[in-house]
């Protein structure tokens, strides 16, 4: 277990107990990195809305590593299989676009996704070298535009 990792599962579990959730914290790989997974009863309410809850308690607990470990990169926090649920989600939307992006000279516009999102896409589609991914808008409607290369 990376130190980063070990870090970030202590502070989760200290910020859950702070909340009073009972849950129990494992590993797993999401998007090809390592993640924690949390497995709670009271899964909605760290969710929350379209995932702010989940987004909000991985920023908090990558905000306490980054105190220890300056260089540490963000560590995934899933609950109930909610982000891997929709990165797959993402996936299936990346293989349509994809396609029409390259049966067409017109860029193709995804809806309106936050920052882990985007960054997911664009990883998938830097593989890609007929095709040019940028990031558009202003938060909340920031959305990625898939091109094909010149």
Do not use: C, W
């Not at 202590?10 to 997974?37: C, F, H, K, N, R």
């Not at 882990?116 to 998938?124: A, T």
């Amino acid at each position: 277990m990376s130190t980063a990792l070990g870090l970030s599962r202590q502070y989760l579990q200290g910020t859950l107990d702070a909340m009073g959730v009972s849950a129990q914290i494992g590993e797993e790989e999401i998007g090809g990195e390592p993640a924690l997974q949390v497995e709670t009863a009271e899964q909605a309410i760290l969710i929350g809305r379209g995932g702010e809850n989940l987004r909000a308690l991985q920023y908090i607990v990558y905000q306490m590593v980054k105190r220890e470990l300056p260089t540490a990169e963000i560590t995934t926090i899933d609950v109930a299989g909610y982000r891997k649920a929709r990165l797959n989600q993402l996936e299936t939307i990346v293989d349509q676009a994809k396609a029409q992006a390259m049966g067409s000279d017109e860029p193709i516009t995804l809806a309106p996704m936050n920052a882990y999102e985007r960054r997911f896409v664009h990883s998938i589609l830097s593989d890609e070298p007929a095709l040019i991914t940028e990031s558009t808008g202003e938060e909340p409607d920031r959305r990625v535009v898939i091109r094909r290369a010149s």
